[in-house]
């Protein structure tokens, strides 16, 4: 991921999670977990406070869930899903 798109994914992320109540959120996208399933790679996660933060490369999509895994928002990043995959 080039340092503009990282840019503007960490100011979505942060201005979401300033949204869903966390006052301050001190996030690094570059201290995420990367998620694997069956031996391929999904994503990056992240957890800030309450919220559990999911980076999906293949939509450019960003989902935000609460402690039970219920889904708090979805958010599309428009022309990024080769930006994201390259990043993989």
């Given at each position: 991921?080039?340092?503009?798109?990282?840019?503007?994914?960490?100011?979505?992320?942060?201005?979401?999670?300033?949204?869903?109540?966390?006052?301050?959120?001190?996030?690094?996208?570059?201290?995420?977990?990367i998620l694997v399933q069956d031996g391929c790679?999904?994503g990056r996660s992240l957890v800030c406070c309450?919220?559990?933060?999911?980076?999906?490369?293949?939509?450019?999509?960003?989902?935000?869930?609460?402690?039970?895994?219920s889904i708090l928002r979805v958010i599309h990043?428009?022309?990024?899903?080769?930006?994201?995959?390259?990043?993989?």
């Amino acid at each position: 991921m080039d340092y503009i798109t990282q840019a503007n994914v960490h100011q979505i992320v942060v201005g979401t999670l300033k949204e869903l109540g966390i006052p301050d959120p001190r996030i690094s996208i570059t201290d995420t977990t990367i998620l694997v399933q069956d031996g391929c790679y999904v994503g990056r996660s992240l957890v800030c406070c309450h919220v559990r933060v999911i980076m999906r490369p293949g939509g450019g999509r960003i989902e935000f869930f609460d402690q039970q895994g219920s889904i708090l928002r979805v958010i599309h990043l428009p022309g990024s899903a080769g930006a994201w995959n390259r990043a993989a």
